[in-house]
């Protein structure tokens, strides 16, 4: 059972910047897909950024397109999320997750294990 636990959450000022991790234990990191989702209250659950399970193909919401890069070290087992340019609308819990396949993917889902979320908060 992999456990997937993020961190790097925190409050910023618009135009800022905040570097997410997502840390996985237990079963193996490299095989698999890897995404960040968000959720602002009120609203569902959404695509951010996705990555394959070697890093070679990449996708992201048009929202923070040119804004965020997602990115992997499989040998440390982590995943990770620039976010630059932050803005007041990118206020949200941000999850990581992994799908147990080798294609990334921007459905929620096509992924099965989740981890508990960080906050990240943009003031204006």
């Known amino acids: 059972q992999v456990q997937l636990v993020e961190s790097g959450g925190g409050l910023v000022q618009a135009g800022g910047s905040l570097r997410l991790s997502c840390a996985a234990s237990g079963r193996t990191f490299t095989n698999y897909a890897m995404g960040w989702f968000r959720q602002a209250p009120g609203k569902e659950r959404e695509f951010v950024a996705t990555i394959s399970w070697n890093g070679g193909n990449t996708l992201y919401a048009d929202s923070v397109k040119g804004r965020f890069t997602i990115s992997r070290e499989n040998v440390k087992g982590t995943l990770y999320l620039q976010m630059n340019n932050l803005k007041p609308e990118d206020t949200a819990v941000y999850y990581c997750?992994?799908?147990?396949?080798?294609?990334?993917?921007?459905?929620?889902?096509?992924?099965?294990?989740w981890g508990q979320g960080t906050q990240v908060t943009v003031s204006s």
């Open positions: 997750a992994r799908r147990t396949a080798y294609v990334a993917s921007s459905y929620v889902n096509d992924y099965t294990q």
